[in-house]
């Protein structure tokens, strides 16, 4: 069942291994361990710098820079338009700049890779509409999405280990879906199929995850319990956040970046944000 995604001759970049952190400092707290090969011992997970993407001539992305840094928690809010998602397209992969650089850690050049491998590298992306496997359980799902894992995959050979049981009954707690492990995918609420991909991705260990407006269409109570998720795994993973629910983005704000025509209009607190009067003009004040 699991041959879809299996692709043993990728060997691009070899997800590193376990290696409980010798560089110390912050990079010791990422869920995935990391190699030497991305290096986080500045504090920074992602380097974006001067990115440019254009459509037809159109700027969607304009000179764009800004920083996360290891296990931060960031919010990124502003107008419909303003580049938010052709941003996540550029950091994943998807989406090649006309111009400009982007670093995973130190030195790890994210241009010069391919979308599977920066995935493998350790950063996941959770797109607005929920993409679970509907047929199948939530166990089953989880299970998918760690035997996605090449490292996962390595030690247990199509068959979970005790190890891999935890990290989905453990993930299965965080997401809340522990009562609901048995049921199939499509019988979820629509909140609880986000909260389930995002547990797929959690599954993955990423150092980096990327949440395109995560609580779109959620009720409000699903939007409370989303907001608790994403609080418990600052520090342990970088977080990218990307809403327009502003009630959302002031239960969880700590650095709040606003883009406006593809570059970075204002950044800080919310409450610095919220204050600037270009913000207030562009988006919040409407
Ligand atoms: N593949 C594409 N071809 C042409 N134009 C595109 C493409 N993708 C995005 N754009 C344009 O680039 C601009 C930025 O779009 P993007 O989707 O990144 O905005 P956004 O900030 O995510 O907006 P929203 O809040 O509505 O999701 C928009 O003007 C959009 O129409
Ligand atoms: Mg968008």
Not at 16 to 44: C, I, L, N, T, Y
Not at 122 to 136: D, L, N, W, Y
Not at 224 to 229: G, I, K, S, V, Y
């Amino acid at each position: 069942m699991y041959q879809v995604v299996m692709d043993e001759d990728e060997a691009v970049l070899e997800a590193p291994e376990q290696q409980e952190s010798a560089a110390g400092g912050q990079s010791a707290s990422f869920g995935r361990v990391v190699s030497d090969e991305v290096d986080f011992s500045h504090g920074v997970a992602l380097y974006v710098d001067e990115v440019t993407v254009a459509f037809d001539g159109f700027r969607a992305l304009n000179a764009l820079s800004l920083t996360i840094d290891a296990g931060e928690l960031r919010c990124i809010i502003g107008p419909n338009g303003a580049g938010k998602t052709t941003m996540m397209d550029v950091i994943t992969g998807k989406t090649p700049p006309d111009a400009g650089r982007v670093f995973f850690g130190q030195t790890f050049d994210l241009l010069r890779l391919r979308e599977p491998d920066i995935a493998r590298l350790g950063i996941g992306r959770k797109f607005q509409k929920p993409t679970v496997f509907e047929a199948m359980t939530v166990f089953e799902n989880l299970e998918l999405a760690l035997a996605a894992d090449k490292r996962a995959r390595r030690s247990i050979a199509w068959r979970l280990d005790d190890a891999q049981r935890d990290r989905i009954a453990q993930t299965v707690e965080l997401i809340r879906l522990r009562e609901h492990a048995d049921r199939l995918a499509g019988e979820l609420s629509h909140g609880q199929k986000q909260w389930l991909e995002i547990g797929m991705l959690l599954a993955q260990e990423p150092v980096l995850l990327l949440l395109d407006e995560p609580v779109a269409g959620m009720t409000d109570e699903e939007t409370e319990r989303t907001a608790e998720l994403l609080l418990t795994l600052e520090g342990k993973h970088s977080l990218v956040v990307v809403e327009h629910d502003m009630a959302f983005i002031e239960r969880i704000a700590r650095k709040v970046t606003v883009l406006h025509e593809g570059s970075v209009l204002a950044e800080g607190s919310l409450a610095e944000v919220q204050a600037d009067e270009r913000v207030i003009e562009v988006y919040l004040g409407r």
